[in-house]
């Protein structure tokens, strides 16, 4: 049985970036290489949502929407979307 991959979409609008999003992109590199094989990872410039609910950076995984993402929650969600997906 395949392992099912995780999308996940990262904001990199400016309010996102200045508010943290630039440290996201340096968790992922820091992942080892089974887990990041089951991540596919794609970068927005906008996901317009800094006039929703929440607070930025955002993230998407599996189209689910997470606001106010940091480097240590990013990796607690990873965590669990992959528990999820096995």
């Given at each position: 049985m395949g392992m099912e991959r995780i999308n996940l979409k990262i904001c990199?609008?400016?309010m996102c970036y200045v508010m943290g999003g630039a440290e996201l992109r340096a968790v992922l590199e820091l992942l080892p290489d089974d887990?990041?094989?089951r991540i596919s990872v794609s970068y927005s410039p906008c996901m317009g949502l800094c006039s929703d609910v929440g607070e930025p950076p955002y993230i998407?995984?599996?189209g689910k929407t997470i606001s106010g993402v940091s480097k240590s929650?990013?990796?607690q969600i990873l965590k669990e979307a992959l528990n999820d997906a096995v």
């Open positions: 990199t609008g400016t887990i990041m094989k998407q995984v599996n929650n990013l990796m």
